[in-house]
């Protein structure tokens, strides 16, 4: 009786398989549905276009292992699989706590997976799709991210401060708590994410797609957001110093409570943006378009608002130390707001303030 014989009496008598060496075996469209491999020897085997339904691996060694076509809802519990590669359909994967370090992933279409405290240090992925798909308490260390797109996924806490992310797309992606530090991001897509919490110091985004995502609680400090698309995006209580937005899009972005610093933003499209309760200070706000856009609250020190456009621009129970506004049209500027006023009487007789 042959490997693939044994197996599928197995499977069809519902044993696990427990302890034996498939090592450097060929398995080619193999039906390993329902099959339990417990402790067995992997290492250097060869899966191509098998059937995983409801297989299980526990504590299984699939070093330098290769995986190709139609990888269909397995689970990977413990397993060593470092130096192992990937390429085809990856579709209700489970990975957890195993060690995928230095493995190499091609043309992946990674569907509806989960890596749970995975070790994915020193792994490439390269034209992979990620849609649906959670990774949480992994090892990455440093990680290659090359033409990959992510939609719907989940990456967090994670430090891709040593990483590579070239040619990549996100959206809908949950990315809290991460670190972006140092990374050439140029011209990325991240749309409709969430990187709230996150860390971008020295990050570049220079013509990034950037609209409708979240950069709220983060600190940013000398990264460059110039000529960037950033339209309806948050960057509510975050600590900007340094950093570079000038000719962006941030038409109704929100920078409520946000703190900046030596920052600039110099013919930046701030139009209808909320910039309520915004601290600033010694930052650059030349030839902005500022029209309908809401300042009240804000406390200014030494700014340069020289030449912007201002059209119903908002700037009740403004503050402000020695800012320029030369060359804008005051007549533009909402300095006593009425509705605000009344507002604030009613929040004020419930205890709550502006």
């Given at each position: 009786m042959n490997y693939i014989d044994e197996i599928q009496n197995n499977i069809a008598a519902g044993i696990p398989l427990s302890n034996v060496d498939y090592s450097g075996k060929s398995f080619d469209a193999v039906d390993l549905c329902g099959a339990i491999f417990i402790s067995c020897q992997f290492t250097r085997s060869i899966f191509k276009g098998c059937d995983f339904k409801g297989a299980s691996f526990m504590q299984c060694d699939h070093q330098e292992a290769s995986f190709t076509d139609s990888l269909s809802m397995p689970v990977f519990i413990q397993c060593k699989m470092n130096g192992s590669k990937w390429s085809g359909d990856c579709t209700s994967a489970t990975f957890s706590e195993g060690d995928l370090s230095n493995s190499l992933w091609s043309n992946c279409?990674?569907?509806?997976?989960?890596?749970?405290?995975?070790?994915?240090?020193?792994?490439?992925?390269?034209?992979?799709?990620?849609?649906?798909?959670?990774?949480?308490?992994?090892?990455?260390?440093?990680?290659?991210?090359?033409?990959?797109?992510?939609?719907?996924?989940?990456?967090?806490?994670?430090?891709?401060?040593?990483?590579?992310?070239?040619?990549?797309?996100?959206?809908?992606?949950?990315?809290?708590?991460?670190?972006?530090?140092?990374?050439?991001?140029?011209?990325?897509t991240l749309t409709k994410s969430t990187c709230n919490d996150s860390k971008f110091v020295g990050t570049k985004l220079t013509k990034g797609q950037l609209s409708e995502t979240g950069f709220s609680d983060c600190t940013i400090e000398n990264a460059d957001f110039s000529e960037a698309k950033l339209q309806k995006s948050l960057f509510i209580n975050s600590r900007i110093d340094g950093s570079d937005f000038s000719k962006a899009d941030l038409k109704n972005s929100n920078f409520q409570g946000a703190i900046l610093s030596k920052s600039d933003f110099s013919d930046s499209d701030m139009s209808q943006a909320w910039c309520k309760s915004m601290e600033a200070a010694d930052s650059n706000f030349s030839s902005v378009n500022l029209s309908y856009t809401n300042i009240s609250y804000a406390a200014l020190n030494h700014c340069d608002f020289s030449s912007s456009q201002c059209k119903a621009t908002n700037i009740h129970a403004l503050t402000d130390n020695e800012s320029n506004w030369k060359g804008v049209d005051q007549a533009q500027l909402i300095k006593v707001d009425k509705n605000q006023q009344q507002l604030d009487k009613q929040l004020k007789e419930y205890g709550v303030s502006a």
């Open positions: 279409d990674i569907k509806t997976s989960n890596f749970s405290q995975c070790n994915l240090e020193s792994s490439r992925f390269l034209g992979c799709h990620f849609d649906t798909t959670s990774v949480t308490a992994a090892r990455i260390g440093i990680i290659s991210l090359t033409q990959c797109d992510f939609n719907n996924v989940t990456l967090m806490g994670f430090d891709f401060s040593k990483s590579a992310i070239t040619e990549c797309s996100f959206c809908q992606a949950l990315l809290i708590t991460c670190d972006f530090s140092g990374l050439d991001m140029s011209g990325v």
